[in-house]
T-cell receptor, first 120, second 112 residues
Framework: DTGVSQDPRHKITKRGQNVTFRCDPI?????LYWYRQTLGQGPEFLTY????????KSRLLSDRFSAERPKGSFSTLEIQRTEQGDSAMYLC??????????????????FGPGTRLTVL | LAKTTQPISMDSYEGQEVNITCSHN???????ITWYQQFPSQGPRFIIQ???TKVTNEVASLFIPADRKSSTLSLPRVSLSDTAVYYC?????????????FGTGTRLQVTL
């Protein structure tokens, strides 16, 4: 399978614990995104990497959240001191360096299956 | 970013054509219109993108009137497997990275 993969698929934790999620993008994609999705809502942008550089962070990404992409390949998203409000689906997406503009797919992003976090 | 408005939900029978309309009154000159599909417990999947007039691919058609203040995603002869949430997004096709801004989407339920 050459799609975006995420691990774990499900995580249940107690309030106050730290959790870390991993995302492996499509191998030739240099851009990686994290989104958060709560029930009944569309995904919300959290942060974006180009290679190993974190170029944009949403104000949704509080100080308890940190994301890394140390070698420009996989990425991790860590949440410290989890709160019940952090319960959501965390989605990772990747896109290529040169999106298919001519093919009308200029801003296509390829999403992984997500990690569902439940904070008790 | 241009705001989009779509119906919250739609119902259809299998075999029918489904048209989902999205309003984007303040779309900018360089904005493109993109539709994504999301099944339960999966990430969204790109369906189609267009700038004006009509775009068709193997999955759907996208109709965009001249004023570009709305667009319609057309799904021909839907099946049960088309039951999903459909998101309309508006943003610049910059050729570089751009975050996607999703609304609440339209929940399409297809029944026999």
């Amino acid at each position: 399978d050459t799609g975006v993969s995420q691990d774990p698929r499900h995580k249940i934790t107690k309030r106050g614990q730290n959790v870390t999620f991993r995302c492996d993008p499509i191998s030739e994609h240099n851009r990686l995104y994290w989104y958060r999705q709560t029930l009944g809502q569309g995904p919300e942008f959290l942060t974006y990497f180009q290679n190993e550089a974190q170029l944009e962070k949403s104000r949704l990404l509080s100080d308890r959240f940190s994301a890394e992409r140390p070698k420009g390949s996989f990425s991790t998203l860590e949440i410290q001191r989890t709160e019940q409000g952090d319960s959501a689906m965390y989605l990772c997406a990747s896109s290529p360096k040169n999106p298919g503009l001519a093919g009308g797919r200029g801003n296509e992003q390829f999403f992984g299956p997500g990690t569902r976090l439940t904070v008790l | 970013l241009a705001k989009t408005t779509q119906p919250i939900s739609m119902d259809s029978y299998e075999g029918q054509e489904v048209n989902i309309t999205c309003s984007h009154n303040n779309i900018a000159t360089n904005d493109y219109i993109t539709w994504y599909q999301q099944f339960p417990s999966q990430g969204p999947r790109f369906i189609i993108q267009g700038y004006k007039t009509k775009v068709t691919n193997e999955v759907a058609s996208l109709f965009i009137p001249a004023d570009r203040k709305s667009s319609t995603l057309s799904l021909p002869r839907v099946s049960l497997s088309d039951t999903a949430v459909y998101y309309c997004l508006v943003g610049a096709q910059t050729g570089t990275a751009s975050k996607l801004t999703f609304g609440t989407g339209t929940r399409l339920q297809v029944t026999l």
